[in-house]
């Protein structure tokens, strides 16, 4: 299963909201997934500093039909996110 996952780094929401892409990139994205017939994702590490992120979302292109995240979105992007890595340390595969 071939996918494409865009990583991005935000410090912190900008008027309540999580700008993750831009309009452009967002279409740009799709087209490429469309095209190559793959999954695109994003993971956005929020807060904290690049290297010191405080959280990691992971955001399906699918689920996210707008480059901007309501903050409703961004935590139930988080809880889901640490689940799955959860289960993956508890598996022993830290690997995506």
């Not at 999954?39 to 500093?49: A, C, I, M, Q």
Request: with cysteine; aromatic share 8%; hydrophobic share 30%.
């Amino acid at each position: 299963m071939k996918y494409c996952v865009e990583f991005k780094f935000r410090s912190r929401p900008f008027k309540s909201k999580l700008q993750w892409s831009s309009p452009k990139l967002l279409g740009r994205y799709g087209v490429f997934a469309k095209d190559n017939n793959i999954t695109f994702d994003g993971v956005v590490e929020l807060g904290g500093k690049a290297r010191k992120h405080k959280r990691v979302l992971g955001i399906s292109l699918k689920e996210a039909k707008s480059p901007a995240l309501s903050t409703e979105l961004v935590e139930k992007l988080e809880s889901r996110s640490k689940k799955i890595l959860l289960e993956r340390e508890t598996e022993g595969d830290t690997q995506p």
